[in-house]
């Protein structure tokens, strides 16, 4: 909470969150902060030089985390579906209960490694940002909507990157 309570603070002194109301209580009075903008933009000079790492680990973390929370039995039971496409490059591996039931759940994960040219790796990174925007205007723009009955928040991660020589 301490920490917390420094940030709070430190964010409130810089005038990036201002007071809105105080809710007096028997003790500490209740205060509550909004943001003064919708967006801020932290300068890439000033971040620590593994952010990017940390908050990648933390999403894959999390990411692993409401897989096996949705469909538990992946952790410990199920296929692991091995598998080339007719006519394709590359491998893909699917963890699945069982042959056809990966596409009826509500989540999914699977990797591959794919041999692609410069081209093809382009157009793949290309495909995916337009399924990121595709789904974020869907979703109203800014990825996250108002709760809203029958509607429930989806973590999706895409990517794709050179893998690491083998040795």
Same mark, same amino acid.
């Given at each position: ?49 593994? $952010?990017?790492? =940390?908050? @990648?680990?933390?999403?894959?973390? &999390?990411?692993? +985390? ?6 538990? /039995? ?56 337009? $399924?990121?925007? =595709?789904? @974020?205007?869907?979703?109203?723009? &800014?990825?996250? +909507? ?6 429930? /928040? ?14």
């Amino acid at each position: 909470m301490s920490k917390v309570h420094h940030w709070v603070k430190r964010w409130l002194t810089l005038g990036a969150l201002e007071i809105v109301e105080r809710q007096p209580r028997a003790g500490r009075a209740i205060t509550r902060y909004r943001t003064v903008a919708d967006e801020f933009v932290v300068p890439e000079e000033l971040l620590p030089a593994s $952010l990017l790492e =940390r908050q @990648l680990t933390d999403l894959n973390r &999390e990411f692993l +985390r409401g897989v096996f929370r949705a469909v538990p /039995e992946l952790e410990h039971r199920g296929s692991l579906r091995i598998h080339r496409q007719p006519g394709q490059r590359h491998v893909s591996v699917d963890r699945c209960p069982g042959r056809g039931a990966a596409r009826s759940m509500l989540t999914h994960q699977s990797s591959m490694t794919l041999l692609l040219s410069q081209d093809e790796a382009k157009e793949l990174v290309d495909d995916l940002l337009d $399924l990121r925007d =595709r789904w @974020l205007e869907r979703a109203g723009g &800014e990825g996250r +909507r108002p709760s809203i009955d029958g509607l429930a /928040e989806h973590l999706v991660m895409l990517g794709t990157t050179p893998a690491a020589p083998r040795n």
